[in-house]
C-alpha cells in the first residue's frame, strides 16, 4: 500500500533506540525523509546512520524535548536540512514498568512517590509534546498538510497500580490531542494517539524474561501468537496515521495491545 508520505519530513522523538528507532525505519521504508531526535547526539546519529545505510534519507538531531528554545533550535536544522517538518511523532517518554525495583518516576505506589519523579515525568511527557507540538505546528496550518501523532500508553486510557503520575500525564496527551486535533482540523493537519501496551525493547527485555509467562496470560494475541507486542507493530500504526490514507481520521486513540484493554 502506498501511504503517500514519500518525501515527506517527519520528526520522530526519543528515536536513537527501541520503539522510536522502528518507527523512523519503518517511515523511512516508505520514502519520508527522517530526522532522529534524541537527547544523545551519538544514539541519534547511530539510528541515523542506519536509515542512511540502507538507503534512505536521514539525520540526527539532539535535543531535550523539555526545552522549547532546544527543540525549536533542532527544528530549525531539520528545515534547512531536510525541508519543513511535515509529521511529528511525539514518541519520546519514559519506559513503563511495574516492577518494584523500577525506575522511582515509573514504578512504586504513589505515596512513595516524590515531586521529583513527577517533575521528570511531567517534564518529558507532558512538555515535551507541548513543546514539539508548538514548534512545528504553525507551519504543518500554513502549509494545509500535516500529521502529529503521540505515542502514548494503555495506562493513560485505564490507569496501572504504580504507574500513577504516568498515566496522569499519558491521560492528558489524551486531552491534549483531541483539542489540538478540532483545532487544526480546519488546516487539514490530523492529530492522533497510538496506545501500546508491554512491548519488547532493551528497556523492557530483562523483566520481560523474569515475568514472561506471566505477563502473556493478559494478553489474548498472545496466546495465540506466542509473543508480546513488537517495536514493528507501533510502529506499522503510526505510519499508517502519519499517511495520506488516514487524511479523514484525527483526534482518536488506537491502541495496539494484543488485546490487553479494549475500553472504549
Not at 512491548?199 to 501468537?225: C, F, H, N, S
Amino acid at each position: 500500500m502506498d501511504l503517500g508520505i514519500s518525501g515527506k519530513v517527519a520528526l520522530v522523538t526519543g528515536a536513537g533506540r527501541g520503539i522510536g528507532a522502528e518507527i523512523c525505519r519503518t517511515l523511512a521504508a516508505d520514502g519520508a525523509r527522517i530526522a532522529v531526535n534524541d537527547f544523545f547526539q551519538e544514539r541519534a546519529e547511530a539510528a541515523a546512520a542506519e536509515i542512511r545505510s540502507a538507503g534512505g534519507d536521514a539525520i540526527g538531531v539532539a535535543a531535550d524535548v523539555t526545552d522549547l528554545a532546544s527543540i525549536e533550535a533542532a527544528v530549525s536544522r531539520v528545515e534547512s536540512e531536510l525541508g519543513p517538518v511535515d509529521i511529528l511523532v511525539n514518541n519520546a517518554g519514559i519506559p513503563a514498568t511495574t516492577t518494584q525495583d523500577a525506575v522511582p518516576s515509573t514504578g512504586g505506589f504513589f505515596p512513595a512517590s516524590s515531586r521529583e519523579d513527577w517533575d521528570r515525568t511531567m517534564g518529558l511527557i507532558t512538555y515535551g509534546v507541548l513543546n514539539c507540538s508548538r514548534a512545528v505546528i504553525g507551519g504543518m496550518q500554513e502549509r494545509r498538510w500535516g500529521r502529529i501523532v503521540n505515542v502514548i500508553s494503555d495506562a493513560g486510557r485505564i490507569g496501572e497500580p504504580r504507574l500513577v503520575a504516568y498515566s496522569m500525564a499519558k491521560a492528558g496527551v489524551i486531552g491534549f490531542s483531541k483539542a489540538l486535533a478540532k483545532e487544526s482540523g480546519r488546516f487539514a493537519v490530523t492529530v492522533n494517539c497510538v496506545s501500546p501496551a508491554t512491548t519488547v525493547t532493551d528497556a523492557t527485555r530483562e523483566w520481560i524474561e523474569k515475568q514472561g509467562e506471566a505477563i502473556m496470560r493478559g494478553y489474548p494475541l498472545a496466546k495465540g501468537l506466542g509473543r508480546l507486542g513488537q517495536p514493528s507493530d507501533i510502529a506499522s500504526a503510526v505510519a499508517f496515521l502519519s499517511s495520506a490514507r488516514a487524511e479523514w481520521i484525527t483526534g482518536q486513540v488506537l491502541s495496539v495491545n494484543g488485546g490487553y484493554s479494549m475500553a472504549s
